[in-house]
């Protein structure tokens, strides 16, 4: 018989378990809830020896016995880490006792009732754990009866058990150079991660993992956590003077995250922490399993082949050249076709017209009609570029309602790329933005929307460090919810200038991303292997665009760029009326054989072989859920001398004899793993896609 999601084997222990790990926590003295465990899965019996392991004992009296052990620390009483709870009621007190109420289990979702011991406040911790991923989920929820400044509620502490070293893996970035996995030992202290840019923003994305230093691809523990929210957040990941790792997550990053008048609810956004065995690709692969099967509102659906005119028209898009453009690309192959920026208002450059959503009618003067309808009889779907949050100053919007913008009054608006943010948090600026989104949505047959959203704020007018931390993400959700609901065909891309808002948040409400402006697919390399640390490839929007590249002046065969873009949503961004005939020809083949591994590389799991960071023959292979497919990619990235490419080496398939689907060549999967498939590469910028079928 199965154990349940969640047991309560003696009064005050509860143990959360996932298909492959085991979360434990205790009540402790004073009623504080402590971590006891977070690892491989435990019996009851085990849970309560580990509930019972003592503190580590304080050396001395400058320290705690509570810092590193305790669920959800607040900066009151015998307990120096970071606060993940910091409360200002109006007569200056800060201190906080809290007893505990009860628990309440319900199927997957544990709910620990405090109420504060003096003042009308209760504090809710919820756990949550599924039956079919390895996700832990917690947040925490804050319901008062007094008016309170809430300066920190994180969404969770993580603890980590002690281990004997500490090392901290995360991905930064800015603009073109987003998701750079960065792996370092933690220093004693606290570092900080973090957004102050409005939305989730490509310097950090919010995710890191701990391991002891050793772990490998292929091997170690490893703790990781990232948070659900597309606004400002902060990661506090502490080494403590005692050793013990503590991180905390939440929303906000100065403080107060929020004023609460009585009668309120504060609720932090979800926090997910995941443990796994077997290295950090082990690692990955939770985490994808998770977000295809649990955020993605279609995370099992396969995505289109697009093509996107970005690259290819900039702002000098009009119907004849998008209609050229929709003409090759669906001889190309592709299913989706989406026009950028440029067909709207007045909007020839970044200059103007970003609030104006009216087709262009210098461009489009029968409106969108005519091109919808072309790339329909073409057989694709039509998508579309938005950036709904924005205003530029020339527009007609923005003559009509220079109030509209996050601003304070007096004081310079500063632009950044010629654009005002719009404060969608004033109920008109919100029913503005829902009512031209659905007349769009309504008049054409749209299927895609690329949702992008191109600065972040910089003065928050009236509603100060509220803004960062709430305001605007909240709004922003509201507003995608609707019309999702609404329009429920319409799929969306999230986009902020590439990858500055990938996280959980928006990815429960949209169905892939961009990651990251710079398509250089040498670049790409880095980017996606640093995407894929969290994020599966299914969510992961890839172009094939023209040689040089615009950003990076590289010229990469157009194969290697190919193979590059095939390990995630295929896309082409290309000026497809300047491609030659051979390299149509080649492309078009390529797209093919992309849709023949689409479900493996969509729907398998990603086994990374060989990193661009630290080889310059990266190689990754996507297996197929069922075990029977395998995609293998290889590249010559930095590659010198002509020496061939080792093969990679596929240890992970399931045994059986192993056929190249292309060329019939037959492998026993012993050799497989032994010796690796060997693709023949030894020129620098040599790539090759290898589809395996297991056929006995
Ligand atoms: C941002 C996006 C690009 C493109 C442009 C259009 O930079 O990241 O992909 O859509 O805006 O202005």
């Known amino acids: 018989m199965s154990l349940p999601l969640i047991s309560a084997p003696v009064q005050g222990v509860w143990v959360l378990r996932t298909p492959r790990s085991a979360y434990v926590l205790s009540l402790g003295g004073q009623d504080v809830p402590l971590a006891a465990h977070w690892g491989a899965p435990v019996d009851d019996e085990a849970a309560i020896a580990l509930a019972k392991v003592p503190f580590d004992a304080p050396r001395g009296s400058w320290e705690s016995h509570l810092d590193g052990r305790e669920e959800y620390p607040s900066d009151s009483g015998m307990r120096f880490t970071e606060p993940a709870l910091a409360l200002r009621f109006p007569d200056d007190g800060r201190t906080v006792r809290w007893v505990f109420g009860t628990a309440e289990i319900d199927g997957g979702h544990l709910r620990l009732r405090y109420t504060e011991q003096t003042r009308p406040l209760r504090l809710t911790l919820h756990y949550r754990v599924g039956e079919r991923h390895d996700v832990v989920e917690r947040w925490a929820e804050l319901r008062t009866d007094v008016p309170v400044e809430v300066v920190r509620a994180d969404s969770a502490a993580w603890c980590l058990p002690p281990r004997e070293g500490t090392r901290l893996s995360t991905l930064h970035g800015r603009w073109g150079a987003d998701s750079r996995l960065e792996r370092t030992a933690l220093p004693d202290g606290t570092l900080r991660l973090g957004s102050r840019r409005t939305t989730t923003s490509p310097m950090h994305n919010p995710w890191f993992a701990v391991d002891d230093g050793a772990a490998t691809e292929t091997h170690g523990e490893v703790w990781s956590a990232a948070l659900a929210w597309s606004g400002t ?36 956004p979800k926090s997910c922490g995941l443990w796994t065995d077997g290295g950090f690709g082990a690692a990955s692969r939770a985490w994808h399993d998770y977000v295809r099967g649990a955020v993605l509102p279609h995370g099992e659906e396969l995505r289109p082949v697009l093509y996107n005119s970005w690259e290819a028209t900039g702002f000098r898009l009009d119907e004849a050249n998008q209609m050229a453009l929709a003409e090759r690309a669906a001889a190309l192959g592709c299913e989706l076709f989406v026009m950028d920026d440029g067909w709207f208002g007045n909007r020839v450059s970044d200059n103007a017209g970003l609030g104006d959503w009216q087709p262009n009618t210098d461009r489009f003067p029968d409106g969108l009609g005519p091109l919808v309808k072309r790339v329909h009889e073409l057989g694709m779907r039509f998508g579309i570029w938005v950036e709904p949050e924005m205003v530029n100053p020339d527009s007609d919007l923005y003559r009509a309602h220079p109030d509209w913008v996050y601003h304070s009054p007096g004081y310079p608006r500063d632009e950044l790329r010629n654009q005002l943010v719009l404060d969608v948090g004033r109920p008109e600026v919100a029913a503005w933005m829902h009512g031209w989104l659905d007349r769009l949505l309504s008049e054409y047959d749209i299927a895609f929307v690329k949702w992008d959203m191109n600065r972040p704020v910089t003065d928050p007018g009236p509603y100060g ?3 960062w931390s709430s305001r605007h993400a909240l709004n922003l959700y509201a507003v995608l919810d609707r019309l999702r609901h609404d329009h429920p065909h319409v799929r969306f891309e999230s986009c902020a200038s590439g990858g500055g808002r990938v996280d959980l948040g928006i990815l429960a409400r949209t169905d892939q991303v961009w990651p990251s402006d710079n398509t250089d697919a040498s670049d790409r390399l880095h980017i996606q292997e640093g995407f894929s640390q969290l994020y599966p490839s299914r969510a992961m929007t890839a172009w094939v665009t023209d040689a040089p590249n615009f950003l990076t002046g590289n010229r990469l065969p157009l194969r290697f760029r190919f193979h590059v873009a095939m390990a995630g949503v295929l896309g082409i961004g290309g000026d497809l009326p300047r491609w030659t005939l051979e390299d149509q020809t080649e492309a078009a083949a390529l797209i093919a054989q992309y849709k023949r591994i689409r479900p493996i590389v969509q729907q398998g799991s990603l086994h990374r072989l060989r990193s661009p960071r630290t080889s310059p023959a990266p190689a990754l292979a996507y297996l197929s859920a069922d075990g029977t497919e395998a995609a293998v990619f290889q590249f010559l990235d930095g590659h010198r001398y002509g020496e061939p490419a080792p093969p990679a080496r596929l240890p992970f398939l399931p045994p059986g004899t192993w056929q190249d689907a292309d060329t019939g060549t037959g492998y026993a999967s012993a050799f497989l793993a ?4 060997d693709a023949g590469l030894f020129r620098n910028h040599d790539s090759a896609v290898t589809h395996l079928r297991r056929v006995a």
Do not use: I, K
């Open 674 to 677: 032994a010796h690796g498939l």
């Open 233 to 268: 957040w902060r990661a506090d990941v502490q080494r403590l003077p005692n050793g013990r790792v503590v991180a905390n997550l939440g929303a906000g990053h100065e403080s107060p995250v929020a004023r609460l008048r009585a009668g309120t609810t504060y609720e932090a």
């Open 465 to 467: 460090d509220l803004l």
